[in-house]
């Protein structure tokens, strides 16, 4: 097949202009054209009263040699890649090792499927409950503002991905078409067939429950093993090899593969690793609020008269601004027509996340607006110092919220003329369980606040109203990103501890559903291939297979 790229066409076409335009890219005759998929479909708004969608489509032609022969030359024909998947081995009968996953967020559940797909059977542990309990008792959060410490929007099965907007895109570099796999096998799961096309693909958080149930399923089917509320508190690691996990409970699972995949929240794990000599170090993250408008201003302001267009849906936005602090002020994780929610994992603590569901039809548009910081500028001296923090600054977001789980917030008019909120305005904030309106500079880094006031006009400039006095501002976001990297190696494995394949999210290696489901299975492949060649040689690195 072939495919074309950049092949535009008006936001309401009829279906036939579609062939029509590709016959017309190829110089031929509409019955040489034989099959057509679309691959991508994305939309230009630089012009917002002529929104043309772009399409990215694989076609079968007749005569398909000479057509690409003739086309040679142009750089938006070539041929079509072979997307699919294909498994790096398959488990031997009679092997006795089980490979263990930890963590069953995104790369996890990935890493647990692949290498159950192959015949692995891992045991994948889970400190968190089963992803229908764990709602219950984030609803209790939410709702009646009782935290429990071991299942909330950080931990459980589905990972915090599932309290989220259910974004799948990335802009990793993926030459395997890991990516596919991942959004293949989340349709098998049932996700709509369109986020194998659309350019911005989610799923929203009602739908991802019953899509993580069903992979778990057929992990179980292929005999991978899944525990839940099974917390690993300590590693078995001798002579630079893992030899086993011990669970919170006392007992010891023996392997000498285990996939870390547990997340960025997972804080004491970060410590019990680090206490046993696993290789560290500090990496940037960044910190700042979530901002509330109403998503009618963000579709207007974006999408002009074309606002509420089935097609395009609730309009998102990306950010940067350079402060004259030397920060960057950016968006982070917006969430068209959703929610702001409470995502502390810890008592005592609050954090802000965005939400939205698949239709993305709430009233408010939410980001984040967060900050770039830095272990050499803001929390040198240890690898785990950026874990302390975020908690200190999510203790004082606690306090500034009134000590109930409630958030501190404030209007943007007043957060720019430094002075504290007392009421809402126009917009209505939609953190549960309640904001309690304040200063936020009382729970900020000074240079984060002088950075957002620098950059929230900045952003004015790019999308009206976007410093509108009534916006809400929400804190505090503190779980961008991970605030370690466990190193790795090329074979995936920690650069000093052999059998342990740090991934995912928390271990640095990637941010958001689909970067960490790709993580997840290239790391399946690297534990499976280490597995074949230690059952190859009867040994690897000279050590006994025997269990």
């Known amino acids: 097949m072939l495919r074309l790229t950049e092949i535009k066409l008006p936001l309401d076409h009829a279906a036939e202009e579609l062939p029509a335009a590709i016959c017309q890219r190829l110089g031929i005759k509409a019955k040489d054209l034989l099959e057509v998929s679309i691959y991508r479909r994305g939309y230009d708004a630089r012009r917002r009263n002529r929104i043309l969608l772009v399409y990215t489509v694989d ?8 057509v690409a022969k003739r ?6 024909v070539g041929s079509t890649p072979d997307m699919a998947y ?6 031997p009968e009679g092997l ?23 015949g692995f059977k891992p045991i994948i542990l889970e400190r968190g409950k089963a992803v229908r309990e764990r709602t219950k008792d984030t609803w209790g959060l939410w709702r009646q503002s009782k935290l429990n410490p071991e299942s909330n929007v950080q931990f459980g099965e589905g990972g915090a991905g599932t309290f989220s907007d259910g974004k799948l895109h990335t802009q990793i570099k993926d030459p395997k078409f890991h990516g596919r796999k991942v959004l293949t096998e989340f349709v098998k799961a049932g996700a709509p067939e369109e986020i194998l096309y659309v350019s911005k693909p989610h799923i929203g958080t009602f739908r991802l429950v019953g899509m993580v149930e069903e992979m778990r399923g057929n992990i179980e089917a292929l005999g991978g093993e899944i525990r839940f509320q099974s917390r690993v508190a300590d590693f078995d690691i001798a002579d ?9 409970d006392g007992s010891r699972i023996e392997t000498r593969h285990v996939v870390l995949a ?6 004491d794990t970060f410590k019990a690793i680090y206490d046993r000599g696993v290789y560290v170090e500090a990496k940037p993250f960044s910190v700042g609020v979530r901002i509330e408008h109403p998503q009618s201003l963000i579709d207007t302001a974006r999408l002009g008269p074309n606002a509420g267009h089935p097609i395009l849906g609730a309009a998102d936005y990306k950010l940067v601004h350079h402060a004259s602090n030397g920060r960057a002020a950016y968006s982070f994780c917006m969430c068209p027509g959703g929610t702001v929610v409470a995502a502390t994992s810890e008592e005592n603590r609050v954090v802000t996340n965005g939400m939205s569901q698949y239709s993305r039809n709430e009233r408010n548009a939410n980001s984040g607006i967060v900050v770039s910081i830095s272990p050499e500028k803001d929390y040198p001296g240890h690898p785990l110092a950026g874990i302390d923090f975020q908690r200190y600054w999510e203790s004082r977001a ?6 109930t789980y409630a958030a501190p917030a404030q209007r943007v008019g007043d957060f720019l003329a430094g002075r504290p909120s007392t ?4 917009v209505e904030p939609s953190y549960k369980p309640g904001v309690h309106w304040t200063d936020l500079s009382q729970c900020l880094p000074d240079f984060v606040v002088e950075a957002l006031r620098e950059a929230l006009p900045a952003f004015a400039k790019q999308i009206k109203g976007f410093a509108m006095d009534d916006a809400v501002m929400t804190a505090i976001e503190t779980r961008t990103s991970s605030p370690i990297r466990i190193k790795r190696g090329d074979d995936f494995q920690s650069i000093n501890t052999r059998g342990l394949f740090p991934a995912g999210e928390g271990a640095g290696y990637a941010g958001g559903i689909l970067s960490a489901g790709v993580d997840g299975i290239k790391v399946a492949e690297a534990v499976a291939l280490d597995m074949l060649g230690q059952t190859a040689s009867g040994g690897s690195r000279g050590e006994s297979t025997e269990w």
């Open 59 to 66: 076609v079968s032609v007749a005569n398909e040699a000479t």
């Open 262 to 267: 547990v997340g960025h929240s997972a804080r």
């Open 96 to 118: 006795r090792e089980r490979p263990v996953v930890i963590g069953m967020g995104p790369c996890g559940l990935f890493a647990g499927l692949i290498l159950a797909q192959m």
């Open 423 to 426: 009421a809402c305005g126009s």
């Open 71 to 76: 086309l040679a030359g142009d750089r938006h």
């Open 240 to 248: 630079g090899q893992v030899r086993g996990v011990i669970l919170a």
């Open 398 to 403: 606690f306090e500034a919220g009134g000590g």
């Open 86 to 91: 294909k498994f790096v081995g398959q488990a």
